[in-house]
């Protein structure tokens, strides 16, 4: 087997120390040099805000695209910004130029109040988000924001040169170590060892005098101290060697008598061992036979133990996951009926917000005026014209702040009603086409910024006696459901209800022209989490409480069909006074 140098194992584990601790430092700054340059360009489009806030406000204040779209290509020009995008007040884009990411997941329409730095992305874009605020008759205005982009791409080439300066910088250290290491391990060790390596493989055993090794090379040592020794052992073994041929003599004589000894002890032993050895054969098979028999009984015992004591406890746990399992499955049901909850109330919000701040903002321009003409009637330049321009701009602004209150009234009112409902189980009675009406206008957030249409076909007069609650809940999770899966990738779609009066009974036909469900899928629906967004986090629990609800809570019933592009209709049959319990 060819054996492996020492100084080359050494030196190899050495070498490959200081390579490692060299890769790992020399990394370390490159990474270190990284992020300073990147905490750097983010700190230059920190300053580009005071920069460009000032003429860009003023361009969207004044609604000048054109000049917005000149700011951006400049901006663009600037070597450490790869794209950006403006928005106006609506939180709509005005430009967005050069590579950027969508940031509408993140803020959707919302404008960022403060500068926000984006966190990289895979794709390498990083930046920073900031208002743009103008100030006009001492009022502060947000007319939009701004995001600027940078990449990955501009910070690795400012550090180019200094991680080719490193990398360069490590190699020519690590080529002179080598050198280095090479000459000192063969002056200090390799020749040493050569030297004494040769000599004890010469050593003659048969023939010790004069086999003493000596080192010729090298300085005194460890190896010069192991020769010493090697030396050392060399004159013991020569004087044990003696000792051991005048032991053998003495041996050889003494076995001879043993031997005669021996030949007399094995007759006698022979003679008084073979009544024995029958007897003992006997009982010894016995032993094992019994011994086998204690055993197997043993294992058969403990193993029956184990298998009751296993099955015990496996009883246990299935009983404990039962009840975990129906307990998750309650939680699970009441956190859908809440987040639902969360998602109208959101909605709701957003909506009230519009007429809320022009009621502000009419409010406002009011008292403007009315200040100006305060202070025109005290200084006593009041002219017949300018009061009369007055109460025309009162007239406006009083009726513009009545529409919007009202409109936010309206849109509160029908909110309560149906967050209520749908919290509670409580029975009342209700007008069905006022109230799919209602919660259809509590959804108008989620429906607004599309070309789907519904319309609902309904008897005006009709009255219902049930849980208002579980009404709300069916049709938002059947509209919804037709929102985000029916019409995924469709511009424009419909939904169509239409409700039919059968006396004692109302017969409810929901269709949409989605793009459907497969026959594998259509036989899933109603099932426990079953849904066709599981990667992005939808939960499959809404059509299995709108099936509860109209099965259990409504007394009806519930049927589905559909087909791949052919859109999805259901069914659905209650009565219309369900009797207190």
Known sequence: ??????????????LSVYFILTFVVTVGQIVAEYFNTKNHINGELSTLQQTISGSLTRAIWELN??????????????????????????????????????????????????????????????????????????????VGDVTLFSSRTIVLDRIKVGIYFLIGNALLKTTFLIILFLIAFRKQLTLPLAELTQQIEELELDNLDGAKVEIQHGDTNELSVMADAFN????????????????????????????QHNLILEQEVARKTSGLSQAMMDLQQQKQELEVKQQALREEIERRRHTEEALRSKQTELEKLVNDLRQAQDRL????????????????????????????????????KLAALEHAYQEKSLSPKALEHFIEEAKQGTELLNTNLIRASELIASFKQ?????????????????????????????????????????????????????????????????????????????????VVDEGNVVDINYADNGKGLTPEQL???????????RDQGGSGLGTHITYNLVRQTLGGSIQVKSEPGQGLAYHIRFPKTLKRS
Request: proline fraction near 3%; include cysteine; charged fraction near 20%.
């Open 1 to 14: 087997m060819q054996q492996k140098s020492l100084s080359r194992k050494l030196l190899t584990k050495v």
């Open 65 to 142: 695209t054109t000049q917005a779209l000149i700011i951006a290509d400049g901006l663009l020009a600037i070597p450490s910004i790869e794209g950006i995008i403006v928005r106006d007040d609506s939180g709509a884009v005005i430009t967005q130029l050069g590579q950027y990411v969508d940031i509408s997941e993140r803020y959707s329409n919302q404008l960022v109040k403060e500068g926000v730095r984006l966190t990289e992305q895979q794709s390498g874009l990083f930046g920073y988000t900031f208002p743009l605020i103008f100030e006009f008759s001492g009022r502060a205005t947000q």
């Open 232 to 259: 050392r052992l060399i004159d013991r073994v020569q004087d044990y060697k003696g000792q051991l041929e005048n032991t053998q003599k003495q041996l050889l004589q003494s076995n001879e008598k043993l031997d």
């Open 333 to 368: 049901v009441q956190s859908e009926k809440m987040a639902a909850l969360g998602g109208l109330v959101a909605g709701i919000t957003h909506e009230v917000n519009t007429p809320v701040g022009i009621g502000v903002t009419a409010t406002s321009f009011l008292a403007e």
């Open 418 to 498: 149906i967050a209520v409902d749908q919290t509670s189980e409580a029975i009342r009675t209700i007008q069905l086409h006022e109230y799919l009406n209602e919660i259809i206008r509590s959804l108008q957030p989620h429906f607004k910024k599309t070309k789907h249409h519904i319309e609902v076909n309904c008897p005006e007069n009709l009255t219902l006696s049930c849980p208002a609650g579980a009404i709300s809940q069916i049709f938002t999770n059947l509209l919804m459901n037709s929102l985000i899966h029916g019409f995924e990738e469709m511009e424009e779609g419909n939904i169509n209800i239409t």
């Open 523 to 533: 036989e899933k629906l109603f099932h426990p989490f079953f849904t066709t967004k």
